[in-house]
């Protein structure tokens, strides 16, 4: 269950981001925009980690700022490999993909700080 409201939160997220982002579009259905949140997520779960371990000196030399690039290459990858699948998502270029990132990441958070309150009070009951 857990696995789902996190790929429905990031399927948000980018949908936000296609809204709110020039460069950051999308043509198509919702079915194959949760394909888009699931890449976007592998991706995440899997390349994520190690190119920010291999940049840590670089974040930590730029107080973490450097993750928002990291973050940034990782939407535009994810835009890459849903253009060679024939799905819709389209990134066009890193500063699109820079802002894309950082919208996803505040709306994703806010959304999965409301998903963890409405558990919390769930649990109570």
Not at 82 to 98: C, H, M, Y
Not at 110 to 115: A, E, G, I, K
Request: glycine share 8%.
């Amino acid at each position: 269950m857990a696995f789902v409201v996190r790929l429905l939160v990031n399927a948000a997220a980018l949908w936000v981001a296609t809204q709110v982002v020039p460069g950051v579009s999308y043509h198509g259905g919702i079915a194959p925009f949760v394909v888009v949140a699931l890449i976007f997520g592998i991706i995440n779960a899997t390349l994520r980690p190690l190119t920010k371990l291999l940049t840590c000196p670089i974040i930590l030399l730029t107080l973490g700022l450097f993750a928002l690039v990291v973050n940034g290459l990782m939407l535009w990858l994810t835009s890459t490999v849903a253009d060679s699948l024939g799905i819709g998502f389209r990134v066009n270029g890193f500063w699109p993909a820079f802002w894309g990132a950082l919208v996803v990441s505040i709306v994703s958070t806010l959304l999965s700080m409301s998903v963890r309150a409405g558990e919390v009070q769930e649990r109570r009951f």
